[in-house]
């Protein structure tokens, strides 16, 4: 069963940046047609953040011109650039990703803390 690994969760500051990393745990899972990610805040669901589908980025409006969501195809790793973070930015983030036949592939999640 393929899964997503995620990296690059912490504790910042409101204003400061992180940068999560995802990769597939099979490296000859290649080429979805959809890679991205899902926060979930406590007590909350889990909601879309950012996503690549057919090599276009979509943002949610809560973080749109501040996260910025980027593929390296040569290291089949997908990027979630995290700038002027706030504390409601604050929940356990999960990679994803669809081809275009079998289930979504889902990360363990990473936390992302931000203190005010």
């Known amino acids: 069963q393929v899964e997503m690994m995620e990296s690059g969760g912490g504790l910042v500051q409101a204003g400061e940046s992180l940068r999560l990393a995802c990769s597939p745990s099979?490296?000859?899972?290649?080429?979805?047609?959809?890679v991205g990610w899902f926060r979930q805040a406590p007590g909350k669901e889990r909601v879309v953040v950012a996503h690549?589908?057919?090599?276009?980025?979509y943002y949610s409006d809560a973080v749109k011109g501040r996260f910025t969501i980027s593929k390296d195809n040569a290291e089949n790793t997908v990027y979630l650039q995290m700038n002027n973070l706030e504390p409601d930015d604050t929940g356990v983030y999960y990679c994803?990703?669809?081809?275009?036949?079998?289930?979504?592939?889902w990360g363990q999640g990473t936390q992302v803390t931000v203190s005010s």
């Open positions: 690549i589908t057919y090599n276009k980025a």
């Open positions: 994803y990703a669809d081809q275009q036949v079998g289930p979504r592939r």
């Open positions: 099979d490296r000859t899972f290649t080429n979805p047609i959809t």
